[in-house]
């Protein structure tokens, strides 16, 4: 391969991160890394697993893909990644790691997981991944509107009696049949919303309130959304937190403007926690922070120095106990554009000062 060449725009990125490292080699590991890379091809076996079952190995000159004779033929034929550039390594499946031992042996390398010898690449490949190309940027769009479609689908078929269990099945099958791998599906109901932040679904039947929330993989991006239903009246307290969880997302989606520091937006949504009369909920879950190969690339907090460039995309979650805020917007330069807003879901108006009214998600009320 000519040196000048790259298979995808991101590797030509990557190379330009060895020469500044000052390193011969980057080693991806990782299914989200492999997915950048390679514009959206699927490494893994296990949804679960943060390692793939192929790795890249990334020199100046060079684009190697590691894999076994099992995963071959797959990332071959229907990946299309010999076309796409890559120069294909296969071993035995129990061999793999002379294959490995082989290609970098004398190299200084860096890799995105934890690696004998190898530079730690973790936090410059987040960096990298959380700017987006307009490829991806698109590719978001159409995972966000996948994504608002399963998870307006099965919010509306949820019925009291109904186990969060069957709630999340509901909600897996429609994201899966519409071509998105639902990677996070927390289900609760009635008080385990109050009680923890992160519910995975369990066999207690819901009787009056459930949230759902979704993360979801198509192309190797990640998006996430949550809504909740509320059958009967709604209580006037859990009302008034759904305003003010609503009124923090729509500060956090205000402040996220390019050439702004992610720090002083976390700030800005902290300011927004007191002045609605809840100044100590944001210590009892994280904020969210830039999504891309990952639901989120990495978390902001007050110390985070990093410039927030239009064409990212961001996945805010401000909480209050029993309520939350959730959806996936597109930096631009005139606003942010809400990736996951479900059309006819009710919403809440915030308005701003600057005349600027950002529209949040409401609770969906049922009989």
């Known amino acids: 391969?000519?040196?000048?060449?790259?298979?995808?725009?991101?590797?030509?990125?990557?190379?330009?991160?060895?020469?500044?490292?000052?390193?011969?080699?980057?080693?991806?590991?990782?299914?989200?890394?492999?997915?950048?890379?390679?514009?959206?091809?699927?490494s893994y076996i296990n949804i679960a697993a943060t390692e793939g079952e192929a790795s890249l190995l990334v020199t100046p000159d060079d684009a190697f893909l590691l894999t076994n004779n099992i995963e071959a033929p797959r990332l071959e034929r229907e990946e299309c990644l010999h076309e796409q550039g890559w120069t294909f390594k296969v071993a035995p499946w129990h061999r793999q790691n002379d294959l490995l031992t082989r290609l970098t042996r004398g190299l200084t390398v860096g890799a995105d997981l934890p690696t004998p010898g190898a530079a730690d690449l973790q936090t410059p490949l987040s960096r990298l991944r959380a700017q987006l190309t307009p490829l991806e940027r698109e590719r978001f769009r159409e995972l966000g509107r996948l994504c608002a479609g399963a998870m307006d689908e099965a919010a509306r078929a949820v019925r009291p009696g109904m186990t969060e269990q069957e709630i999340a099945a509901r909600l897996a099958a429609a994201a899966q049949k519409r071509?998105?791998?639902?990677?996070?599906?927390?289900?609760?109901?009635?008080?385990?919303?109050?009680?923890?932040?992160?519910?995975?679904?369990?066999?207690?039947?819901?009787?009056?309130?459930?949230?759902?929330?979704?993360?979801?993989?198509?192309?190797?991006?990640?998006?996430?959304?949550?809504?909740?239903?509320?059958?009967?009246?709604?209580?006037?307290?859990?009302?008034?937190?759904?305003?003010?969880?609503?009124?923090?997302?729509?500060?956090?989606?205000?402040?996220?403007?390019?050439?702004?520091?992610?720090?002083?937006?976390?700030?800005?949504?902290?300011?927004?926690?007191?002045?609605?009369?809840?100044?100590?909920?944001?210590?009892?879950?994280?904020?969210?922070?830039?999504?891309?190969?990952?639901?989120?690339?990495?978390?902001?907090?007050?110390d985070?120095?990093?410039?927030?460039?239009a064409g990212q995309v961001y996945a805010w979650n401000p909480s209050i106990t029993g309520?939350?805020?959730?959806?996936?917007?597109?930096?631009?330069?005139?606003?942010?554009?809400?990736?996951?807003?479900?059309?006819?879901?009710?919403?809440?108006?915030?308005?701003a000062d600057d005349g600027q009214t950002i529209f949040r998600p409401a609770i969906l009320k049922r009989d």
């Open 1 to 42: 391969m000519d040196a000048t060449s790259a298979p995808t725009t991101n590797v030509k990125r990557l190379r330009h991160l060895l020469q500044k490292l000052d390193l011969d080699a980057a080693l991806l590991r990782s299914a989200a890394s492999f997915a950048w890379a390679t514009e959206g091809a699927a």
């Open 179 to 302: 071509g998105a791998l639902p990677t996070v599906l927390l289900i609760a109901s009635d008080e385990r919303i109050f009680h923890f932040r992160h519910p995975l679904p369990t066999e207690k039947k819901l009787q009056r309130y459930a949230m759902l929330i979704l993360c979801g993989r198509r192309h190797g991006l990640v998006c996430s959304l949550t809504r909740f239903v509320h059958f009967g009246p709604l209580p006037q307290e859990l009302a008034q937190k759904a305003r003010a969880v609503a009124a923090v997302d729509a500060a956090f989606i205000r402040a996220t403007r390019p050439g702004r520091r992610a720090g002083d937006v976390f700030q800005a949504g902290v300011a927004a926690y007191a002045a609605q009369g809840y100044a100590g909920e944001w210590q009892k879950h994280h904020q969210g922070g830039p999504a891309g190969y990952e639901p989120r690339e990495y978390l902001v907090t007050p």
């Open 304 to 309: 985070t120095d990093d410039e927030i460039t």
């Open 323 to 351: 309520t939350k805020s959730e959806d996936t917007i597109l930096v631009g330069g005139e606003g942010a554009e809400i990736l996951t807003r479900i059309d006819g879901w009710p919403g809440l108006e915030v308005g």
